[in-house]
């Protein structure tokens, strides 16, 4: 048996092919991104990315690392998924390049549940004004602030706001799909996806939660922020 090294990211051939597919999307909005990966206590690692929202994206795969949190480059980690290696080297450590700490483990609570179908509808509604406002650089920071969606759970005054960043992050990195497990595109017909397939949305007092079937995103509280009618 092969001795771990000192420093490694190890994750089985069955779950490289769900890694790679996440950071390939992190590429696409940014082809120096880094990712944080952490150890979980339940035999998983955690794939973080910040997106080109400046909102956080996270979809756990099972694995190792060691050190137990570490940065990336995510393009050399993408292709050096494809290779038979048990342990990858994950380079140079790059921790300076990742800014600001990740979401705590707990302290989040389920506000309510959305159907897909409507967040896919509004982040269309957004494209489409992102495309009319926005510029050469993408949508407008304004734009990408402004609250589209209000939830609350039963019998609780107060409301989440969710941001159009987090929703365009959503779509972005692959985590809403349809019925048959395909991505979501711009022509993608709503009936595709499952009627009752649901966006859940969880809060704390700093981050604002959203998990999808394939994937999470975190956006920071947005309570001030003004709510836009799409």
Known sequence: MTEAPERFIAIPGDERADAAAFLARA??????????????????????????????????????CRPGDLVCDASSLRASLESAVTFIDP?????????????????????????????????????????????????????????????????????????????????????????DHREITDVSPLDAIAEREPLRVRASATWVRLDARFGSVYQRRADQFSVMVL
Request: charged share 25%; proline share 2%.
């Open 91 to 179: 380079g140079f450590a790059m921790d300076s390049a990742w800014r600001g700490a990740l979401p705590a483990t707990s302290g989040f609570g389920h506000v309510d549940d959305v159907p897909v179908r409507a967040i896919v509808e509004l982040s269309r509604r957004g494209a489409v004004l992102a495309r009319t406002e926005g510029s050469g650089h993408g949508p407008a920071t304004g734009l990408l602030d402004q609250v589209v969606l209000e939830v609350s759970a039963s019998g609780d005054a107060e409301s989440v706001g969710v941001q159009l960043r987090s929703l365009f992050a959503l779509t972005a990195m692959g985590f809403v799909r349809d019925r």
């Open 27 to 64: 590429l696409r909005q940014d082809e120096a991104a880094v990712v944080r990966l952490k150890e979980r206590a339940d035999g998983r690692i955690g794939l973080w990315v910040s997106t080109g929202f400046e909102v956080l994206a996270t979809r756990s795969v099972i694995g190792s």
